[in-house]
């Protein structure tokens, strides 16, 4: 199995993403780490914790906090109504006993990556704050992953935050620029997929009616596409984190094409934008994006995989 390290600020997608995760054979996930994003990081944190003891991780699995804010701007955190109270579109989970690591998520990170080196993929699901911090501060780490898959960005399509900018870029847009232009591995799983491959209220539906976490995580997922449903009309939602994971377990979901990409730090009204060059790919320092995905393909797996949790407990 592919061992992964996630790092996420749930956030009701990344809980999704989380369960799915844990759920997914073909993954070995070796810890997960928080950054401020949806929530502040003490909330996430708390949420991130009480989503593993929902999936029924084991109490040993290291859950370690990390950046509080952006790398280079003053926190802010957004009035989001997609994720609802708390971040968990108001789900109420029982409090956990998890403590999160002593560690710092970025320290902590680059110690795993270089304990197994070319080993390691590193799934980001937030603001890109922490996984900048880490190439930044301990740059033997970042060459030693087998590659990043992050959520975040529109190359083709508008953003979500602004016209121009997805939101996990436009909440710290030093750190994607950071990221993207690092030259390491990286796999863009943005908005031109994510829009692509909205998951239908009616297995959602189906989803919550099942005991245990799977009814849990249908409520979730009902919620979620209920609150996309009030704002655009469609009852149907992108449940952008978990296929980010997705494109681990299952690369043949998505297609993409490769050139160099950066991220607007300056514009006056294009903050956060993701500006990818795909017209000549071929160089070395190349990304990834994303560009066509299997929707019905991804919408199959997780409910597959969310619906086994009806099993487990
Ligand atoms: C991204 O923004 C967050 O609100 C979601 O969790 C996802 O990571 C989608 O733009
Ligand atoms: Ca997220």
Do not use: K
């Given at each position: 199995?592919?061992?992964?390290?996630?790092?996420?600020?749930?956030?009701?997608?990344?809980?999704?993403?989380?369960?799915?995760?844990?759920?997914?054979?073909?993954?070995?996930?070796?810890?997960?780490?928080?950054?401020?994003?949806?929530?502040?990081?003490?909330?996430?944190?708390?949420?991130?914790?009480?989503?593993?003891?929902?999936?029924?991780?084991?109490?040993?699995?290291?859950?370690?906090?990390?950046?509080?804010?952006?790398?280079?701007?003053?926190?802010?955190?957004?009035?989001?109504?997609?994720?609802?109270?708390?971040?968990?579109?108001?789900?109420?989970?029982?409090?956990?006993?998890?403590?999160?690591?002593?560690?710092?998520?970025?320290?902590?990170?680059?110690?795993?990556?270089?304990?197994?080196?070319?080993?390691?993929?590193?799934?980001?699901?937030?603001?890109?704050?922490?996984?900048?911090?880490?190439?930044?501060?301990?740059?033997?780490?970042?060459?030693?992953?087998?590659g990043i898959v992050v959520?975040?960005?529109?190359?083709?399509?508008?953003?979500?935050?602004?016209?121009?900018?997805?939101?996990?870029?436009?909440?710290?847009?030093?750190?994607?620029?950071?990221?993207?232009?690092?030259?390491?591995a990286v796999r863009v799983v943005?908005?031109?997929?994510?829009?692509?491959?909205?998951?239908?209220?009616?297995?959602?539906?189906?989803?919550?009616?099942?005991?245990?976490?799977?009814?849990?995580?249908?409520?979730?997922?009902?919620?979620?596409?209920?609150?996309?449903?009030?704002?655009?009309?469609?009852?149907?939602?992108?449940?952008?984190?978990?296929?980010?994971?997705?494109a681990?377990?299952?690369?043949?979901?998505l297609?993409y094409?490769?050139?160099?990409?950066?991220?607007?730090?300056?514009?006056?009204?294009?903050?956060?934008?993701?500006?990818?060059?795909?017209?000549?790919?071929?160089?070395?320092?190349?990304v990834r994006v994303a560009?066509?995905?299997?929707?019905?393909?991804?919408?199959?797996?997780?409910?597959?995989?969310?619906?086994?949790?009806?099993?487990?407990?």
């Amino acid at each position: 199995s592919i061992p992964v390290v996630i790092d996420c600020d749930p956030g009701v997608d990344d809980a999704l993403a989380l369960l799915y995760a844990l759920a997914s054979p073909e993954l070995d996930v070796r810890g997960v780490t928080t950054v401020a994003g949806n929530a502040g990081l003490d909330q996430v944190t708390r949420n991130a914790a009480q989503v593993l003891d929902l999936a029924g991780a084991p109490a040993d699995l290291p859950l370690v906090a990390g950046l509080a804010g952006p790398i280079a701007r003053t926190a802010r955190i957004p009035d989001e109504p997609m994720h609802g109270a708390g971040g968990l579109g108001g789900l109420d989970l029982p409090g956990s006993l998890r403590a999160p690591g002593r560690e710092h998520a970025v320290d902590w990170l680059a110690e795993q990556i270089l304990a197994a080196p070319g080993e390691l993929t590193l799934v980001a699901l937030g603001p890109l704050s922490n996984v900048a911090a880490m190439v930044a501060r301990h740059p033997e780490a970042g060459p030693a992953l087998r590659g990043i898959v992050v959520m975040g960005g529109a190359a083709r399509c508008q953003g979500n935050v602004t016209p121009a900018a997805e939101f996990n870029f436009f909440a710290d847009p030093e750190a994607a620029r950071r990221v993207l232009e690092s030259g390491l591995a990286v796999r863009v799983v943005g908005l031109d997929v994510t829009r692509a491959a909205l998951f239908p209220l009616e297995p959602a539906e189906r989803l919550a009616a099942l005991p245990g976490a799977a009814g849990a995580a249908g409520t979730l997922l009902r919620g979620f596409v209920q609150r996309y449903q009030d704002r655009f009309g469609v009852a149907a939602v992108p449940v952008h984190d978990a296929l980010a994971v997705a494109a681990v377990t299952h690369p043949g979901l998505l297609g993409y094409d490769s050139g160099t990409a950066t991220v607007e730090c300056a514009g006056e009204v294009t903050r956060g934008a993701l500006v990818a060059d795909l017209r000549t790919p071929g160089r070395a320092r190349d990304v990834r994006v994303a560009r066509t995905v299997d929707a019905d393909g991804f919408t199959r797996l997780l409910t597959e995989r969310l619906a086994a949790y009806a099993r487990t407990r």
